[in-house]
């Protein structure tokens, strides 16, 4: 039995362009992340899930920590992580927090932490920029071209480093964490030898997919693992356990679920 625990917030949807940017700030106003205020309610949120509740697993959408006036420095971005790390020292969840936002010298990022026993055990960069990630670009800040990468996927060769790169293994279990459109490249490359060796494919993400839950072959889930979703479009959440090649739904939120943190034990 795994205790789940998915944080729903409200998170920016998503959009194309600078303008648009502007556009998203006045229509979501204070539901966009924005300040100090915001990332202590956030961390609160998630500290007390963690020592009232215990969760094995605690997961965020994407762009949680997303300020849409500025992006984040390296220096806030290290400061913001520690705090998450403060917040699990004394835990054994796996704290996913979704992702932050920021600005690293000329490069736009957007970075998941992963983080147990209060350190961080990897950060998982998204690769893909598309939507409100290149909403944050110009102006200096440079986005990876996702075209090129698309291509370097079917090439093939930096495949067992994406693997390298997106999963931890945590007390004898691994976890396979992607960022929204990064795990879309894999799964619509149909010439790539998927390792069935996951026990938990955690997806943040700001948009829905139905090939997230109806392509069980382009997932790297071993017989009996878990997909589990969380997204911030909405917000909406999706578990579903791989058995005899098939997903078979755990839990689902199809309509915008209620701002908070639920839990799912399965």
Not at 41 to 53: A, P, V, Y
Not at 77 to 98: A, D, M, Q, W
Not at 104 to 116: D, E, F, L, Q, R
Not at 233 to 250: D, I, M
């Amino acid at each position: 039995m795994v205790k789940i625990a998915l944080l729903h917030k409200q998170t920016p949807t998503l959009i194309s362009g600078n303008y648009l940017l502007r556009l998203a700030k006045r229509l979501f106003g204070s539901k966009m992340r924005n300040g100090k205020k915001d990332v202590e309610e956030i961390i609160g949120q998630l500290s007390k899930s963690i020592s009232q509740n215990s969760p094995d697993i605690l997961i965020g959408p994407e762009y949680l920590f997303c300020n849409p006036n500025r992006l984040y420095t390296p220096k806030e971005k290290t400061e913001l992580i520690r705090c998450l790390e403060e917040i699990t020292e004394n835990s054994s969840t796996l704290l996913v927090p979704g992702t932050i936002v920021w600005r690293n010298g000329s490069i736009y990022a957007n970075t998941a932490p992963v983080i147990y026993h209060g350190k961080t055990i990897r950060e998982i960069e998204k690769l893909s920029a598309r939507g409100i990630d290149v909403g944050f670009c110009g102006n200096g800040v440079q986005c990876i071209d996702h075209s090129e990468l698309k291509s370097r996927y079917a090439a093939g060769h930096i495949f067992q480093e994406y693997i390298k790169n997106h999963m931890v293994t945590v007390d004898g279990k691994n976890y396979l964490i992607e960022i929204c459109d990064d795990h879309s490249y894999i799964a619509e490359n149909q010439s790539l030898s998927i390792p069935k060796t996951v026990d938990y494919q955690i997806i943040v993400s700001c948009e829905h997919y139905d090939h997230f839950e109806t392509d069980p072959g382009r997932l790297f889930l071993r017989e009996g693992g878990l997909l589990i979703e969380c997204n911030g479009e909405k917000p909406t959440s999706f578990v579903a356990a791989l058995k005899k090649k098939e997903l078979q739904p755990l839990h689902t939120s199809e309509s915008p679920a209620a701002e908070g943190i639920e839990y799912i034990s399965k």
